[in-house]
């Protein structure tokens, strides 16, 4: 009886060493087990105009959020005989005509900047995305919501945004202050004419998903659609509303910049890049770094949102994950 033990121990052992083996050569076979999030960073590296943009723009960021606190320079301080000087020390970037420091109201202009960007794009991704899902799920509402979408996307975006702006500023400075106000206005109007690509790609996305077996199992199991939307649709376009909203804080920056160079954006005591442009266009002349400046970190602002925009195409893309 010994023996027949010690047997079947043996003969355990030897199956436990088998079963080892075969796991560890199906491990081999397979791969280092990558998880989502590494497998994202992963092809996210190999985009280099997205890790330099990546930088660039933590740079620029960091810049316009500490540069105001530790540049010694005060960027509303008006010192007239200082007035109008060129690139040198202590001014590193000159001065602009009522004596204040070009690279301190760089940084504070970015700063305002980027908070109109980001402020708008998340405006207009939210309403895109419910839009597009909304539109992509219900069939019934699809004719509607896609025609009201076409409707938007036929009018002309500069001659709105300016009519817009001159109808409503004054009643926005009076409920909200002159600052304030100007910055609801600016990123609501903004949001309202941008998020129109992001609800055809969504709306794109849904149609597609929720033909999924999934999709069909939950509906089957008498699953209600606000929890089918919110449990499996919006997860999966999760990957194509991030790429939309990073390509969509290039766009609100521009749009911004552009209204504020035709001075009827924010007012000149609250300065932007586009609005420094705009205070800077007579006098390149006498200071040309008022020019440079904010058009250099403008352009990089874009160029490096867009190439980030790109990296995390490419790398929630699963066909191109798989060949990673």
């Known amino acids: 009886m010994g023996d027949n033990m010690s047997s079947s121990e043996e003969l355990t052992a030897a199956q436990r060493e088998q079963v080892a083996a075969s796991a560890l050569e199906e491990a081999n076979e397979l791969g280092e087990f990558r998880s989502l999030r590494s497998d994202v960073w992963r092809q996210f590296r190999k985009h280099r105009g997205a890790l330099v943009g990546t930088v660039i723009i933590s740079l620029i960021v960091f810049g316009a959020v500490m540069g105001p606190v530790v540049y010694p320079f005060d960027p509303f301080e008006i010192d007239v005989p200082s007035a109008n000087q060129g690139a040198g020390w202590p001014h590193i970037l000159g001065t602009d005509n009522l004596g204040r420091d070009v690279a301190a109201r760089s940084l504070i202009g970015g700063r305002i900047s980027l908070a109109v960007g980001f402020a708008a794009m998340v405006f207009s991704i939210i309403i895109g995305t419910l839009v597009g899902v909304v539109a992509g799920y219900f069939k019934r509402l699809d ?39 100007i910055f609801v206005l600016v990123v609501g109007i903004i949001g309202l004419t941008s998020w129109m690509q992001t609800a055809r790609i969504v709306r794109g996305e849904v149609l597609s998903i929720k033909e999924q077996e999934f999709i069909l199992a939950s509906r089957s199991v008498g699953t209600r659609p606000h929890r089918i939307i919110s449990q499996h649709i919006l997860p999966n376009v999760l990957s194509s509303v991030i790429v939309a909203a990073s390509l969509g804080i290039a766009t609100s920056i521009l749009t911004e910049s552009a209204l504020s160079f035709l001075g009827l954006g924010f007012p000149a005591s609250f300065p932007t890049w586009g609005r420094l442009l705009f205070d800077a266009k007579d006098a390149y002349a006498i200071n040309f770094m008022r020019i440079v400046a904010p058009s250099v970190l403008l352009s990089l602002t874009v160029m490096s949102v867009n190439f980030i925009g790109d990296g995390l195409r490419d790398a929630l893309d699963p066909q191109a994950r798989s060949q990673g």
Not at 147 to 153: C, G, I
Request: no cysteine.
């Open 143 to 181: 004719g509607i919501l896609m025609r009201f979408t076409d409707l938007f996307l036929s009018l002309p975006l500069l001659p709105v945004l300016l009519l817009v702006i001159v109808l409503f500023r004054d009643q926005l400075k009076d409920a909200f202050g002159e600052t304030f106000g």
